[in-house]
């Protein structure tokens, strides 16, 4: 499957800051990415999700940006909470591949009190 | 919000064994459904997309005949693990599509922990 990566495995933050989680995929003809959070012990949580024909979509807290010139995209919580406190993984899927999702490695979020 | 159920939650058997995994949309009805494994501390790796009345489709170096795969209805998936080893100790979460192809969200279960003696 295409490789999806991630640059940071472990983020502390205080509560309140914002956090910026990031994700790398090798795979260019990529063109849906969506955020899980994953709790431990749980199956993974949709978050956030964007198309290739886009480079910023926002949500409720959450912001996730799109870079396809560097195949990059990230995910930014903002006033991040102590329930944030998960592992986020990115997953990038293609058209033509009828949904299948290729995950990413991983980044631990903790939020410290 | 559409939910996937996952039944049993956790199981330990010895090995040798089979072991039957079953993933259920509980209100909607699921077109595909895609089985992942997860080592500890580790990401989800896809295994297999199942689709509603025929055979799966396997990731490359995912045994077909050690993961049985049936996905017998609109909202029932199965993953047997045939004569299981600890190897095959995981994390074995079921994600379940509305559509197979388009790039709708994937709504995942809660996963089974299999844990082989």
């Known amino acids: 499957g295409e490789s999806v990566g991630l640059h940071l495995p472990t983020l502390s933050v205080q509560e309140g800051d914002n956090s910026i989680i990031n994700c790398a995929y090798s795979?260019?003809?990529?063109?849906?990415f969506i955020w899980y959070k994953q709790e431990s012990g749980k199956g993974p949580q949709f978050i956030i999700d964007?198309?290739?024909?886009?480079d910023k979509r926002q949500g409720q807290r959450v912001t996730v940006l799109l870079n396809k010139t560097v195949k990059h995209l990230s995910l930014q919580i903002a006033a991040t909470q102590p329930g944030d406190s998960a592992v986020y993984f990115c997953?990038?899927?293609?058209?033509?591949?009828?949904?299948?999702?290729?995950f990413g490695s991983g980044t631990k979020l903790n939020v410290k009190p | 919000g559409a939910v996937v159920s996952q039944h049993p939650s956790w199981v330990i058997c010895k090995s040798g064994t089979s072991v039957k995994i079953e993933c259920r949309s509980l209100?909607?009805?699921?077109?595909?459904m895609f089985w992942y494994r997860q080592f500890p501390k580790q990401s989800l790796m896809l295994m297999a997309t199942?689709?509603?009345?025929?055979?799966?489709?396997?990731e490359q170096g995912v045994e077909k005949d050690k993961f049985l795969i049936n996905h017998a209805s609109l909202t029932l998936s199965t993953l047997t693990v045939t004569s299981a080893h600890p190897e095959d100790s995981s994390f074995y979460i079921c994600?379940?599509?509305?559509?197979?192809?388009?790039?709708?969200?994937?709504?995942f279960g809660p996963g089974t922990r299999l844990t082989v003696l």
């Open positions: 964007i198309r290739s024909n886009m």
């Open positions: 994600s379940a599509s509305t559509s197979g192809g388009t790039t709708d969200t994937q709504y």
């Open positions: 997953a990038e899927s293609t058209t033509y591949n009828f949904n299948k999702f290729y």
């Open positions: 209100d909607f009805q699921a077109t595909t």
């Open positions: 199942s689709n509603e009345g025929s055979k799966a489709t396997y």
């Open positions: 795979n260019s003809a990529s063109d849906y």
